[in-house]
């Protein structure tokens, strides 16, 4: 009987033994990641001509990647809303260079208007790649000139403190984070044109980006509703939305400021407190 119990314990033991080395130990954090997320666009910034769409692409992120307003890259490729795309899809991403719209119009007697009034922002009905006609519209209708060529005055995005700040690290935050209320007043940082509201980025919530020149544009996430419509021209300390939790855990705004695509320390233009 002894030996019967003797033996019974032994596997009993064994059975035990097996189940606890089959055990598996929890999934890093890095296998819970799926898809894009806005620390895969910030890890550069793209300047080619050309980009080839890959999986999980969006206009808007592929927008916000390049620096460009994502309703001209949908102009020179044809796209029309909803905006979809494709893996593998080539997209033009600027316009020619300037040289080579001058010369197409060293007969039109515009070529010194050329370098002043280069369209940024066309109408909504230009066409492109067409005759010399269709070029001196978008010469004469050109937008740019409402853009500055440098930015004299920067503001705060709100009245909170910073809670996060910038980190110019592979994974690091590529703006500033402040905590605050639900319906905290958002305001625009300086005077731009907005290009883009949605909620269409993923990592970003509820967004509204803003170009202020050639060169800057500025983001506001994670707002919890919108005050402003793309293509309108906002002035600096303008609400433009309200603090929120969109697509974050906790009520904040992320800010980020970004130079020719690149992201920059907001820190480094906004007056101090």
């Known amino acids: 009987m002894r030996r019967k119990a003797l033996t019974l314990l032994t596997l009993m033991l064994c059975i035990s033994l097996v189940a606890c080395s089959g055990r598996k130990a929890p999934a890093p954090i890095t296998e819970l990641y799926q898809g894009k997320t806005f620390r ?4 550069s910034s793209y300047h080619s001509q050309i980009y080839t769409v890959e999986k999980g692409d969006t ?4 927008s916000w990647k ?3 307003n994502y309703q001209d ?14 893996p593998g899809q080539r997209l033009t991403l600027k316009k020619p260079s300037r040289s080579i719209v001058k010369k197409s119009n060293n007969r039109t007697g515009l070529s010194s208007n050329l370098k002043s009034n280069q369209a940024v922002d066309p109408p909504k009905k230009q ?7 269709t070029v001196k519209k978008e010469v004469t209708t050109s937008s740019s000139s409402k853009f ?5 005055a920067w503001l705060w995005p709100t009245k909170h403190s910073v809670s996060r700040g910038f980190a110019n690290t592979e994974h690091g935050n590529k703006g500033l984070d ?12 300086a005077a731009g044109k907005v290009v883009y509201t949605g909620d269409a980025l993923r990592g970003y919530g509820k967004l509204v980006i803003v170009k202020h020149s050639d060169s800057f544009l500025s983001a506001y996430a994670h707002n919890d509703s919108i005050l402003v419509k793309e293509q309108q021209w906002v002035r600096a300390g303008q609400k433009i939305a ?3 939790k969109s697509g974050s855990d906790t009520v904040k705004l992320h800010f980020e400021v970004r130079y020719k695509g690149q992201s920059v320390d907001p820190s480094r233009y906004l007056p101090k407190r």
């Open 40 to 43: 895969d666009v910030q890890k």
């Open 242 to 244: 309200t603090m929120g």
């Open 66 to 68: 390049s620096g460009q």
């Open 178 to 189: 402040f905590n605050g209320n639900i319906g905290s007043p958002i305001l625009a940082t």
């Open 127 to 133: 066409a492109y790649g067409g005759s010399n006609a």
């Open 73 to 86: 890259i949908a102009h020179l490729n044809n796209i029309t809303p909803p905006y979809n795309i494709f």
């Open 59 to 62: 206009l808007y992120s592929i």
């Open 148 to 152: 500055p060529n440098k930015i004299t």
